[in-house]
Nanobody, 124 residues
């Protein structure tokens, strides 16, 4: 059973930075694509960024393009999201997700495994 655990969330002022991490355990002997999603209160879970199995392909939501960088280290079974120039509208619970496959995926319904989420709060 694949399990995902996020960390790195917190409270930061607008313009600041955070680095989220997601560690994968179980089922790591297969190729899997990963992504980050977020959910603000009263809103649906939305796509943030995705990365292919080998890290060679990445894709970002327009709202974070140029401010965030997704990366992974398969030797450590980990994925990261570096977030810079944070805005109050980035406030949300951030979730990492994984699924079998070597490409990248942007639709939340395409993912099979989810972490418990980490809160990111950006104050103005």
């Amino acid at each position: 059973q694949v399990q995902l655990v996020e960390s790195g969330g917190g409270l930061v002022q607008a313009g600041g930075s955070l680095r989220l991490s997601c560690v994968v355990s179980g089922g790591t002997n297969i190729a899997y694509a990963m992504g980050w999603f977020r959910q603000a209160p009263g809103k649906e879970r939305e796509f943030v960024a995705a990365i292919s199995w080998n890290g060679g392909l990445t894709f970002y939501a327009d709202s974070v393009e140029g401010r965030c960088t997704i990366s992974r280290d398969n030797a450590k079974n980990a994925m990261y999201l570096q977030m810079n120039s944070l805005k109050p509208e980035d406030t949300a619970v951030y979730y990492c997700a994984a699924r079998r496959g070597s490409f990248y995926y942007t639709n939340r319904y395409e993912y099979d495994y989810w972490g418990q989420g980490t809160q990111v709060t950006v104050s103005s």
